[in-house]
């Protein structure tokens, strides 16, 4: 496949709400997405990291620069989706840029052939539960009552996010007003070893796990507390390529994945995730980022994979924005529909798209 043209395009899109994590507060999200033109079809991708590194190390400006300097040379004119993160390899780290380019080009790949990014990975269902993760709130009655609207809404699972000083009694209250739903909660990584006793508390209210709750490079930690607390622990930061999932799953220092293939460098990496869990019989979810319908449509299809067997953070748009770049996806009792269409089965809508681009530039052409 011939590459001609590849351009990055900045969004700036309101959330609905302010997000709230350990880590940060989110009010927009202001990313970019690529767009890749080849000889015979176009493909689309988002990059899922924020402007500023907090989350992960990579970051908005660093992805442009690592994407047009080191990324793009390496891969055009003539390439095949599968042979991206070969031909970038050399480039240390960088896996959320990589992974939007590999993403933009598969997109491309698939669209030619006319096959969908679901059939392609091996997605067996054709819809899957929706879980929806709750940002750190002012208040327990504010917590309460949006639990409350996304439960009415038909999510399928709750996940709080958690940081020293919010977590045993929110979600005490949550667990007390809601009884029996699947509740689970995510740390990004706030916590040290020293809060094993704390975090101990939260075995009384049976959730499904804790994500994240110590440093990214820190497996040992998570191995140790997995001894400590009866909740599963889940990573998420930690795990960046199969590689890393097979270590963190040898040392028992996870018995949940978070699968974002953004993190992991793209769908072919987060497949191999997939593959190396369900084997040690781990079960994986599908994490989010708050993405547009360009990243949720792809997510929908590695959610729809035989070992995701928890619901994702993969959520309908109107749960993060007012108007989406694409046709919004929404939320059906409970469940979110894969898309069937070629590639990643969603594109921008052209007018809305250029409502919310603040620049493009050219990459290659
Ligand atoms: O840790 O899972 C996370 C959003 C941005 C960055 C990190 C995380 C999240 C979420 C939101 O939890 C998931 C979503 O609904 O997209
Ligand atoms: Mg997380």
Same mark, same amino acid.
């Given at each position: 496949?011939?590459?001609?043209?590849?351009?990055?395009?900045?969004?700036?899109?309101?959330?609905?709400?302010?997000?709230?994590?350990?880590?940060?507060?989110?009010?927009?999200?202001?990313?970019?997405?690529?767009?890749?033109?080849?000889?015979?079809?176009?493909?689309?991708?988002?990059?899922?990291?924020?402007?500023?590194?907090?989350?992960?190390?990579?970051?908005?400006?660093?992805?442009?620069?690592?994407?047009?300097?080191?990324?793009?040379?390496?891969?055009?004119?003539?390439?095949?989706?599968? /042979?991206?993160?070969?031909?970038?390899?050399? +480039?240390? *780290? &960088?896996? %959320?840029?990589?992974?939007?380019?590999? !993403?933009? #080009?598969?997109?491309?790949?698939?669209?030619?052939?006319?096959?969908?990014?679901?059939?392609?990975?091996?997605?067996?269902?054709?819809?899957?539960?929706?879980?929806?993760?709750?940002?750190?709130?002012?208040?327990?009655?504010?917590?309460?009552?949006?639990?409350?609207?996304?439960?009415?809404?038909?999510?399928?699972?709750?996940?709080?996010?958690?940081?020293?000083?919010?977590?045993?009694?929110?979600?005490?209250?949550?667990?007390?007003?809601?009884?029996?739903?699947?509740?689970?909660?995510?740390?990004?990584?706030?916590?040290?070893?020293?809060?094993?006793?704390?975090?101990?508390?939260?075995?009384?209210?049976?959730?499904?796990?804790? /994500?994240?709750?110590?440093?990214?490079?820190? +497996?040992? *930690? &998570?191995? %140790?507390?997995?001894?400590?607390?009866? !909740?599963? #622990?889940?990573?998420?930061?930690?795990?960046?390529?199969?590689?890393?999932?097979?270590?963190?799953?040898?040392?028992?220092?996870?018995?949940?994945?978070?699968?974002?293939?953004?993190?992991?460098?793209?769908?072919?990496?987060?497949?191999?995730?997939?593959?190396?869990?369900?084997?040690?019989?781990?079960?994986?979810?599908?994490?989010?980022?708050?993405?547009?319908?360009?990243?949720?449509?792809?997510?929908?299809?590695?959610?729809?994979?035989?070992?995701?067997?928890?619901?994702?953070?993969?959520?309908?748009?109107?749960?993060?924005?007012?108007?989406?770049?694409?046709?919004?996806?929404?939320?059906?009792?409970?469940?979110?529909?894969?898309?069937?269409?070629?590639?990643?089965?969603?594109?921008?809508?052209?007018?809305?798209?250029?409502?919310?681009?603040?620049?493009?530039?050219?990459?290659?052409?």
């Amino acid at each position: 496949m011939k590459i001609e043209r590849v351009e990055l395009l900045h969004v700036a899109i309101p959330l609905v709400s302010p997000f709230r994590t350990s880590f940060g507060t989110m009010t927009t999200k202001d990313t970019f997405l690529l767009r890749v033109v080849t000889d015979s079809a176009e493909g689309w991708s988002e990059f899922a990291a924020d402007p500023e590194p907090l989350y992960c190390s990579e970051f908005v400006a660093a992805a442009e620069l690592v994407l047009h300097q080191h990324l793009v040379p390496r891969v055009t004119p003539e390439v095949t989706a599968a /042979e991206v993160a070969h031909r970038t390899e050399a +480039i240390k *780290g &960088h896996k %959320l840029a990589k992974a939007a380019l590999e !993403t933009a #080009i598969l997109d491309a790949e698939l669209r030619s052939y006319g096959m969908s990014i679901g059939t392609f990975l091996g997605a067996t269902a054709t819809k899957v539960p929706a879980g929806v993760s709750v940002g750190i709130k002012n208040s327990i009655p504010e917590l309460i009552s949006d639990v409350e609207g996304y439960l009415a809404e038909g999510y399928a699972r709750i996940k709080l996010k958690i940081e020293p000083g919010w977590d045993v009694e929110p979600v005490r209250a949550v667990r007390e007003r809601f009884g029996d739903i699947l509740l689970q909660v995510d740390a990004n990584t706030a916590y040290t070893l020293a809060d094993a006793e704390h975090l101990r508390r939260l075995d009384a209210f049976d959730l499904l796990l804790i /994500e994240q709750p110590l440093e990214e490079d820190d +497996i040992r *930690g &998570h191995a %140790l507390l997995a001894q400590r607390i009866r !909740t599963p #622990i889940c990573l998420d930061e930690s795990i960046t390529s199969a590689k890393d999932a097979a270590t963190a799953i040898a040392l028992d220092a996870c018995r949940v994945i978070n699968v974002k293939p953004a993190r992991v460098g793209g769908y072919l990496e987060a497949r191999r995730i997939h593959d190396v869990a369900v084997a040690h019989g781990i079960p994986v979810w599908c994490g989010g980022m708050l993405e547009t319908g360009i990243g949720r449509g792809p997510n929908l299809a590695l959610a729809a994979l035989p070992g995701f067997v928890l619901p994702g953070d993969v959520s309908a748009s109107r749960r993060y924005f007012a108007e989406d770049l694409t046709e919004p996806f929404e939320l059906e009792d409970g469940f979110m529909h894969v898309p069937t269409g070629p590639g990643i089965g969603i594109e921008p809508i052209p007018e809305t798209l250029r409502r919310f681009t603040t620049a493009t530039k050219v990459l290659y052409a």
